[in-house]
Nanobody, 115 residues
């Protein structure tokens, strides 16, 4: 499974960005996909995930009501719509896929929110 993120960049406080994660390779049987982020000096944290099938979603408390995760099964792409961005959202965002208990990661995309 190969994952490629895009859509990061620099935005002002209150702005929006949409991240994309294109999946390729042996994507059959991917169970869950999600977005993680890692700010400088901090541990990587789960931002949101979405399950296959019913597309159940879950979000960390700090982004609830502002971020929306979704998947397009035809395009094999996952998205993270980020609205009302805050400086504390600044981080490298990583795409993650879980397949048969194994974690796959993208290379990351930088999101910087200026105050």
């Amino acid at each position: 499974v190969q994952l490629v993120e895009s859509g990061g960049g620099l935005v002002q406080t209150g702005g929006s960005l949409r991240l994309s994660c294109a999946a390729s390779g042996s994507i059959f049987s991917i169970n869950t996909m999600g977005w993680y982020r890692q700010a400088p000096g901090k541990q990587r944290e789960l931002v949101a995930f979405i399950t296959s099938g019913r597309s159940t979603t879950n979000y960390t408390d700090s982004v609830k009501g502002r971020f929306t995760i979704s998947r397009d099964y035809v395009k094999n792409t996952m998205y993270l719509q980020m609205n009302s961005l805050k400086p504390e959202d600044t981080a490298v965002y990583y795409c993650n896929a879980v397949k048969l208990g194994y974690n796959y990661w993208g290379q990351g995309t930088q999101v910087t929110v200026s105050s």
